[in-house]
């Protein structure tokens, strides 16, 4: 399974960004998708993650500005950020659970930088 995430960037604090991933590869359907993050000198963690039929989940620390969608048709995923905070500056990475002839595995995206400055 391959993940190509996009959207990553630039802004400034109180401003907006769009992240996407999309999956390709071999796999019957992808179960679980979601966004982590890692911060310089910190560990990765969960910023928000979706179910195939449509439950969200998020970190305490974004609800209310990220919003996480998702197209199984095209087996997309978005997480658009709002009211961006200096830290939400981290390292992006896309995951998703993708159900296979072998079972359920977890695959990780390339990552997309975010900095959020003045």
């Known amino acids: 399974v391959q993940l190509q995430a996009s959207g990553g960037g630039l802004v400034q604090p109180g401003g907006s960004l769009r992240l996407s991933c999309a999956a390709s590869?071999?796999?019957?359907?992808?179960?679980?998708m979601g966004w982590y993050r890692q911060a310089p000198g910190k560990q990765r963690e969960l910023v928000a993650r979706?179910?195939?039929?449509?439950?969200?989940n998020y970190a305490d620390s974004v609800k209310g500005r990220f919003t996480i969608s998702r197209d199984n048709g095209k087996n997309t995923v978005t997480l658009q950020m709002s009211s961006l905070k200096p830290e939400d500056t981290a390292v992006y990475y896309c995951n998703v659970d993708a159900f296979q002839s072998v079972g359920v595995r977890g695959y990780w995206g390339q990552g997309t930088l975010v900095t959020v400055s003045s």
């Open positions: 979706i179910s195939s039929g449509g439950s969200t």
């Open positions: 590869g071999s796999f019957f359907s992808i179960t679980v």
